[in-house]
């Protein structure tokens, strides 16, 4: 079976519908999927529908921001009870934060003559709060930037001026909303957060405190032996295993729908909790 349990729409920081992501990830042969949009549960519904109508089964998902002491860690949110008021309420929360970082990025972006940004960020987004793609795009628009990789390299990026370091909940309140709302709690791409063994073998331990079930092993196209390290911290730590691409947008091939490679036989894979037989 194919799975993908790591997905972005245009939801939040992806560039296709729902309803395209999952004609996409039929496309690539995926066969269980979670649509996780930062913070945001708005395009589960439709894209539930669409994997139906395909044949394929969709597990509900969510990607959260949240932080461990000052570092900003993100946790993944699968099989959740949409119809829970608490998880409505975080997810909430989420929303209002996200707005107030958007709307000193778009004050920021005001000083170097993107007139209105944080309006023309909201009106590109729709009906959802915009992402930093959304203010890359009116940075191309306004001639700042020849193109979205440009003004993330020069704005958007770590430590430049669209940077705005949000003060997200802690990862433990984050893992109890999830298990709240009868969700899976997994950490996502633990081997992007670029932390000595020693720190990453603290994260998941406190991860696993807090109530974490599962950890992505696979993140899109890795480096040799990250799935095979990341399997020996998540048995030390009775973790499950879960993988997914990451997708954001097509023509990023190393984020591609339906992800490479084998899990380790050695854990268990998340999945097993909604695969049919």
Wanted: glycine share 10%.
């Amino acid at each position: 079976m194919k799975v993908d349990l790591h997905m972005h729409s245009h939801c939040s920081d992806g560039v296709l519908s729902p309803t395209e992501l999952m004609e996409r990830a039929f496309a690539q042969g995926v066969q269980l999927l979670a649509l996780t949009d930062h913070d945001t549960l708005a395009g589960v519904e439709e894209a539930r529908e669409r994997a139906q109508s395909l044949g394929m089964q969709l597990v509900s998902g969510i990607e959260f921001s949240t932080r461990w002491g000052s570092m900003g860690i993100h946790i993944v949110g699968l099989g959740l009870a949409l119809e829970r008021p608490a998880l409505h309420a975080t997810v909430a929360a989420q929303r209002r934060a996200r707005a107030e970082r958007n709307e000193e990025i778009g004050r920021r972006l005001e000083k170097i003559g993107v007139v209105d940004a944080y309006e023309r960020a909201r009106e590109l987004a729709g009906e959802v709060e915009p992402g930093r793609p959304h203010f890359a795009e009116l940075l191309v628009r306004d001639g700042k930037v020849v193109d979205s990789a440009r003004a993330f390299k020069k704005y958007l990026g770590s430590g430049k001026l669209g940077d705005v370091r949000q003060q997200w909940p802690p990862m433990a309140d984050i893992v109890a909303a999830i298990r709240a709302a009868d969700g899976v709690a997994v950490l996502a791409h633990p081997a992007k957060y670029a932390l000595t063994r020693t720190k990453l073998r603290a994260l998941m331990s406190d991860f696993a405190a807090a109530g974490g079930q599962a950890v992505e092993i696979i993140s899109g196209q890795q480096a040799s032996g990250i799935a095979e390290n990341l399997a020996s911290l998540a048995r030390e730590f009775e973790l499950e295993a879960s993988v997914g691409s990451d997708f954001h947008r097509p023509g990023h091939p190393w984020q591609e729908l339906g992800c490479p490679g084998a899990l380790p036989a050695s854990v268990t894979p998340v999945w097993h909790r909604w695969a049919p037989g």
